[in-house]
């Protein structure tokens, strides 16, 4: 049977600092790395190997999922990095430490900005320190100013669709190593979560989520690997 494993990225710098990071290039702290490793030891541990690994353009996910893939003694496994995966662009927020926004603008308003499932933060202005558009991994992508929720789904879905079902249909073991937000909308399909729901949905840095499915891809069960 079909297994799919998602794996949040471990904590990043910015985590640490409390900054909106969306498609910001930000490391793992040594936290980061060592929970990423205990991902990969509890996978070896548990005999829940993945087959095939896909992951995101950004350095704290592309780590996340080396680490755990040499702690768990798998790191010559297939993988395929692609933006689609990347975090949620948080516009003209990124950079900014979330308490001193919220202190700025009010709590309710950056909760919207946050965790509405279809309102998006500020736009960023072009040209700006955080601005990707010349990013060398992102040539001849239209990069993003700003996404909600809905958006990143609506980028997410289609990726899954189209490169990671085909494995799963094959009966591979697949492991997704990716954020917040890109394995949100993942959880929101697989579970069938509504909108309303889903933004509520806490995913855990370092902790492997691990989805059973049937032949035709239909859940038969959702856990954390640590709890079984």
């Known amino acids: 049977m079909p297994r799919l494993i998602l794996l949040r990225h471990g904590q990043s710098q910015w985590n640490l600092e409390n900054r909106f990071t969306g498609w910001w290039d930000v490391d793992v702290t040594e936290k980061g790395e060592a929970e990423a490793r205990a991902a990969g030891a509890l996978l070896k541990d548990k005999g829940v190997l993945p087959d095939v690994a896909f ?9 996340t999922l080396h680490f755990a893939l040499e702690a768990a003694g798998i790191l010559w496994i297939p993988e395929t990095k692609d933006w689609r995966l990347n975090e949620r662009h948080y516009g ?18 950056v909760k919207i900005w946050r965790r509405s499932f279809d309102i998006p933060p500020p736009v960023m202005d072009k040209g700006t ?74 995913i855990p840095t370092g902790q492997p989520i691990v989805y059973e499915l049937d032949a035709d891809l239909k859940v038969l069960d959702r856990y954390y690997l640590s709890e079984r």
């Not at 992951?55 to 780590?63: F, G, N």
């Not at 937000?181 to 909108?195: C, F, Q, V």
């Open 129 to 202: 320190e955080f601005d990707l558009s010349g990013d060398p991994r992102y040539a001849g992508i239209d990069v993003p100013m700003t996404e909600s929720l809905k958006d990143t789904i609506a980028r997410v879905l289609p990726y899954y669709e189209g490169s990671i079902v085909p494995h799963l249909h094959a009966g591979s073991t697949v492991l997704v190593a990716a954020h917040g937000n890109s394995l949100r909308a993942l959880e929101k399909h697989l579970s069938g979560i509504s909108d309303e729901e889903i933004t509520g949905l806490e």
């Open 92 to 109: 003209g927020l990124t950079g900014l430490d979330k308490a001193e926004t919220a202190a700025k603008h009010g709590d309710d308003q």
């Open 55 to 63: 992951t995101s353009l950004q350095t704290r996910a592309i780590k």
